[in-house]
């Protein structure tokens, strides 16, 4: 019989807050974290801005001479990782640490080191280049270096599935502890992606907003007027535990996982295809997985990335499960708020769903000022709405065609 999985601990920074208290704040106010870049000269890029964390003192949670040889997404999971466990209230020692494990998920990993050691080589040839580059590169180093840190020795891996990856390993943490293999995951993704090299690529494939002059208003999941989706930054985990551990120790439990799926689009690289007949299929069997059907579902937290064809897409695929804007839950995109966090979305959008059960408050999608052909859901829009939640699906979809949903709902026992 699968055991039952419940989360106990929440760590995020984004570009709304560098905790959790500020994040959830910011959500609830309906606030946008998106600024002009200021992480380099973006003057002559199309697009320059994005959703850069702001007065975050990596120096909090690591020491100078850590600063110099790990690359933000390490240091935004350390971080995240030493909130979420202050949160839980979990302690890692010898008698646990063979039962605690970590999975996290990168799409991208250290490519801002790779492009700052590449111009090391460049200008001053092969033997000055960092000894540390490969270790702050690998996206699997996040992990590892959570697993040194806290002194977790179970079960250890990384997701690469792009803007699925934290959906994944969420879901792959989820598993570990049902089948017995662990009884506690660090779990979620981390990303620090806002950097020359990737502002460049995605101006270069189309998909990131131009929207320089208006900043705050470049995110806009489902408006007639979206143009791209914006690049975030940042870190979302959450501690995951084994149900009659979490109650033996007393543990305060925030929700539980209920059930979680992953499909392929199996059709290009980069786009959906039209009705996203592979993310219906995803959202279907979370729901068998979870033992729920379409109408216990409260709200969806959308993928909803400020594209056109995602946001048409995916209000396809809801409408394929759940039915028409007077059938469907409710529906937003967080992404409005913090940007795209890639690798990291699904971490920071697993931490706002399993808030949105524990204070009851679904967050809005905001710049949704005309929704635009096709997207007919109750999406909504521009302010927080207070209800009941007592389950919430959580999409991720990711290039390569990777769908990810996962079920969290309220705890009871």
Request: proline fraction near 5%.
């Amino acid at each position: 019989m699968r055991k039952r999985v419940v989360i106990t601990g929440l760590g995020t920074v984004n570009p709304l807050g560098n905790n959790l208290k500020d994040s959830w704040k910011g959500i609830c106010a309906g606030r946008s974290g998106i600024g002009a870049i200021t992480r380099f000269d973006a003057s002559g890029f199309k697009t320059k801005i994005a959703g850069e964390l702001k007065g975050f003192d990596p120096l909090s949670f690591v020491e100078a001479k850590e600063r110099r040889r790990l690359d933000d997404f390490i240091i935004y999971a350390l971080a995240c990782g030493q909130m979420a466990l202050d949160d839980s209230a979990l302690t890692i020692d010898h008698k646990n640490g063979d039962r605690v494990g970590i999975i996290l998920g990168s799409g991208i990993g250290g490519i801002s080191t790779l492009e700052k050691e590449h111009q090391v080589l460049l200008k001053s040839g092969p033997k000055r280049i960092s000894p540390f580059t490969i270790p702050a590169v690998l996206p699997n180093l996040a992990p590892g270096n959570l697993a040194i840190r806290f002194g977790a020795k179970g079960p250890i891996s990384c997701t690469v599935t792009a803007c699925s990856a934290g959906n994944n390993a969420i879901s792959d943490a989820f598993r570990a502890i049902s089948y017995g293999y662990a009884d506690a995951m660090i779990t979620g993704g981390a990303e620090a992606a806002i950097s020359p090299l990737a502002i460049s690529a995605f101006n270069a494939m189309r998909a990131i907003s131009t929207r320089n002059d208006t900043p705050e208003e470049a995110s806009r999941p489902f408006d007639r007027d979206r143009d791209g989706f914006v690049l975030g930054e940042g870190c979302g985990i959450l501690i995951l535990e084994e149900m009659t551990k979490a109650l033996d120790r007393g543990a305060r439990i925030y929700a539980e996982i209920a059930g979680t799926a992953s499909t392929c689009d199996a059709y290009h690289i980069a786009a959906p295809p039209p009705g996203h007949p592979g993310a219906a299929k995803c959202m279907e069997l979370a729901l068998q997985d979870a033992g729920m059907i379409p109408a216990d579902i409260d709200y969806i937290n959308a993928h909803g990335t400020s594209t056109p064809l995602n946001d048409l897409h995916e209000t396809e695929a809801i409408k394929r499960i759940f039915g028409s804007h007077n059938k469907s839950p409710a529906v937003s995109s967080t992404k409005s708020m913090t940007g795209h966090l890639l690798g990291a979305a699904g971490g920071i959008e697993a931490v706002f769903s399993v808030m949105a059960i524990k204070e009851g408050i679904i967050p809005p999608t905001i710049n949704l000022d005309n929704p635009g052909d096709g997207c007919d859901l109750d999406y909504v829009p521009q302010r927080a709405r207070k209800g009941d939640v007592r389950a919430v699906l959580s999409n991720a979809f990711g290039f390569g065609g990777v769908n990810t949903s996962i079920i969290f709902k309220k705890f009871e026992e």
